[in-house]
């Protein structure tokens, strides 16, 4: 099935992709996920955990990897922070787990930021500006943070130091539009429900929309690298 859905963000007309984000809590009884049921239902991409703290790697993340390219769901991957330990080993386990994540139908490399780990704003800042150089330099894209509005404005001290990073924040209030902090001009994707449901995928999910910031949404994901165009 080819093209974008036709579904809009609240309070918009415009056609957007859209895509579910999954752990190992989505293969219920270890049941597989029909990634060909996922993009049949319309959706173009989803975001896969791969990886958490210094030791964890998702154990599906290999299978979910493999049958979302057959399928040709585009893959974002994310690396769950502890921040209560140091950051380099951890972007260095999840760029190992990724394989750099800069293939045909990848996104970007993901942060996900909602645990303080103990560290007061300062040293939570400091933590983060180290985990994402690390794993910039180590895949060659600047990575996407993902984080909730009130996370943000606590922990981080609603710090704008990470605007030039593409920001995936997580609001389910219904509005038509998520609030955006820490000075961010815009979002990129949104997490806009903690309660979707997908076909392929057993019980609930998140399920995210991408706004069209980062531009043509084929080429953010390398799918025009898969399809040989430039």
């Not at 970007?108 to 007061?120: A, R, S």
């Amino acid at each position: 099935m080819g093209g974008i859905l036709a579904a809009t963000i609240p309070g918009t007309a415009a056609a957007v992709p859209t895509g579910p984000d999954v752990s190992s809590w989505q293969h219920v009884d270890g049941r597989f996920i029909d990634w060909f049921a996922v993009r049949r239902s319309g959706h173009d991409f989803a975001m896969l955990k791969a990886t958490e703290g210094l030791n964890y790697v998702n154990p599906y993340f290999v299978q979910d990897s493999l049958l979302m390219r057959a399928a040709g769901v585009a893959r974002g991957t994310y690396h769950y922070a502890q921040p209560g330990l140091p950051p380099e080993p951890q972007a260095a386990l999840y760029a190992t787990a990724v394989l750099g994540q800069n293939g045909p139908l990848d996104l970007p490399p993901v942060l996900d930021l909602e645990i303080t780990g103990g560290l007061d704003p300062a040293r939570l800042i400091n933590w983060t500006h180290r985990y994402l150089d690390t794993v910039q330099a180590l895949t060659g894209r600047t990575p996407i943070v993902y984080t909730y509005p009130n996370f943000w404005k606590s922990a981080m001290a609603n710090t704008d130091e990470f605007v030039r990073y593409p920001l995936w924040i997580a609001d389910y209030r219904g509005n038509d539009q998520p609030e955006v902090p820490g000075g961010w001009p815009t979002w990129t994707f949104w997490q806009t429900t903690d309660r979707g449901s997908v076909p392929g995928i057993a019980g609930g999910t998140d399920v995210n929309v991408y706004s069209g910031a980062q531009g043509d949404f084929a080429r953010y994901a390398n799918i025009s690298g898969l399809l040989g165009s430039s």
